[in-house]
Structure formats: structure tokens, C-alpha cells
């Protein structure tokens, strides 16, 4: 059973930038693809970002595309979401999602 969990949530001002991590415990067979959503309050979770192993090919929102980096690092079993340039809009929670694995979820708060 695979279980993951995010960190790195927090207030930044707009323009700024945070990375959050996405640290996976179990094992997935190849191919599977492993997600960030982020859902605002009173709004529906959205797809973010994903990367797909064993590839490596990425995928994004246009909402974030450029502003939004999602990488792998196998070394550590982790899965990051840099971001830049962040916007109010951007406030939410971020979960992480790999199969039918969710995390708790981290807060993301853009404002000055």
C-alpha cells in the first residue's frame, strides 16, 4: 500500500516562491503517474501538476504552466512542486496524489 505526504505549505507574499514535497512510502508498479491537485475553499479539487514513471514526462494546468515545476527524485522517494511567481489565486490546499494513495494535503496562502 502506497501512502504519501506533502510538506513545505505556507504564507508567501505574491511574486514569491515555495517548494513542496511529496514523500512516498510502498511500492508502484510502472507505468503510474503521480499527481499534485490543490483545492480552494468552496471550490473543487483540481489537477495541477503530474509525472509519470518511469518517463518522466510532465504535465500541467494552464494556470500555472511556467510559473510551476514538478520534478522526481528517486534517491529520495519524493516527488516536488517548485513554484514561482505565485498569486493570490494560487492559495489552496495542495494534495498529492499516486493510484488511490491522497495525502492530507498542505496549505498554500498567497498574500501580502
Known amino acids: 500500500q502506497v501512502q504519501v505526504k506533502e510538506s513545505g505549505g505556507g504564507l508567501v507574499q505574491p511574486g514569491g516562491s515555495l517548494t513542496l514535497a511529496c514523500t512516498i512510502s510502498?511500492?508502484?508498479?510502472?507505468?503510474?503517474?503521480t499527481r499534485w491537485y490543490r483545492q480552494a475553499p468552496g471550490k473543487a479539487r483540481d489537477l495541477v501538476a503530474s509525472?509519470?514513471?518511469?518517463?518522466?514526462?510532465?504535465d500541467y494546468a494552464d494556470s500555472v504552466k511556467g510559473r510551476f515545476t514538478i520534478s522526481r527524485d528517486r534517491n529520495k522517494n519524493t516527488v516536488y512542486l517548485q513554484m514561482s511567481g505565485l498569486k493570490p489565486e494560487d492559495t489552496a490546499v495542495y494534495y498529492c496524489?499516486?493510484?488511490?494513495?491522497w495525502g492530507q494535503g498542505t496549505q498554500v496562502t498567497v498574500s501580502s
Open positions: 496524489n499516486e493510484g488511490t494513495s
Open positions: 509525472i509519470s514513471s518511469p518517463a518522466g514526462s510532465t
Open positions: 510502498g511500492f508502484t508498479f510502472n507505468p503510474y503517474y
